[in-house]
């Protein structure tokens, strides 16, 4: 024990500990002033409540020990679920369920850290997109909301993007559900399927008076093609000799008496043909 106590009261005692407490103090000092952020991350640097100008990059780096703090904001594209009551242009009440895909610009982290509170998407984009929704729907009619939802989309994301100014990226937004009254869906289901069957038969009349018109140039077409052929016969008698004469295959006719007297008929047949019967 007196050996302790004396070592313990002696300089090298005190110059150890002294060594050892200014060591952790170092370490201490180094991971306070070393900081890591993630990929995908920027990093927005207070310091005692002030904030830089200049956001941080991914990686490794360097801050005043103590006195600043690194906040990590993310600039990746993020999807979250949305949603918004609506009132159509006849005053039907329609919530139409989406996910917004959006991300934080770059040089836009350091306005919206020490400008905006709490998360971005709560208090900037969901706001905006609910309220564009909103509006474009006030405008269409439910059946027009429920039959055209990329149109309604189109102009919801336009208008998101320019109530948000560029503040933050609206990438898309995806209209997952929309819901309507039960009453109201059975009055759309039945108009569409009325529709169906009005284009349906228009269909039937338009196919049926084809038909019709085709026949009837069909028959005015042989009509005609008749009445040709019939003034060229009066025109010209010898047409019919000539059309024999054409079509004639080589082949002498034989006319054979039917034998009844002066008044039976005359057949004609080919030589040919004569002769195979008298084989037999």
């Keep these: 024990m007196d050996l302790l106590e004396k070592f313990m009261n002696s300089k090298h005692f005190r110059k150890y500990v002294l060594t050892a407490v200014i060591a952790f103090i170092v370490v201490i000092c180094i991971f306070s ?4 952020i993630p990929p995908g991350n920027r990093g927005v640097l207070v310091t005692m409540g002030k904030v830089s100008p200049v956001f941080a990059p991914e990686g490794f780096g360097f801050k005043p020990p103590f006195i600043t703090h690194v906040i990590p904001i993310s600039i990746r594209q993020q999807t979250k679920p949305a949603g918004a009551d609506c009132y159509s242009s006849d005053l039907q009440q329609i919530s139409i369920e989406l996910k917004v895909l959006y991300r934080i610009p770059e040089n836009m982290v350091v306005k919206i850290f020490q400008e905006y509170s709490g998360d971005p998407f709560d208090t900037l984009v969901a706001p905006r997109v609910s309220e564009a929704l909103k509006e474009v729907a006030a405008l269409q009619s439910a059946e027009q909301i429920v ?4 149109e309604i989309k189109n102009k919801a994301l336009a208008s998101a993007k320019q109530k948000l100014a560029n503040l933050i990226l609206i990438e898309d937004i995806v209209i997952e559900k929309v819901s309507l009254s039960k009453e109201l869906e059975a009055a759309i289901e039945a108009k569409m399927v009325q529709e169906q069957e009005a284009a349906k038969a228009k269909f039937v009349q338009q196919k ?7 026949a009837i140039i069909k ?7 008749i009445r040709v052929r019939g003034k060229a016969l009066q025109d010209s008698p010898g047409l019919v000799q000539l059309q024999i004469v054409e079509k004639w295959n080589g082949v002498s006719p034989l006319v054979v008496n039917s034998g009844n007297g002066g008044g039976g008929a005359n057949i004609v047949l080919p030589i040919r043909e004569l002769n195979q019967s008298k084989t037999k």
């Design 208 to 214: 049926a008076e084809i038909e019709a018109s085709t």
């Design 33 to 36: 002033a070393a900081f890591i």
């Design 147 to 150: 039959t055209k939802r990329e």
């Design 219 to 225: 028959a005015n077409g042989e009509a005609q093609a």
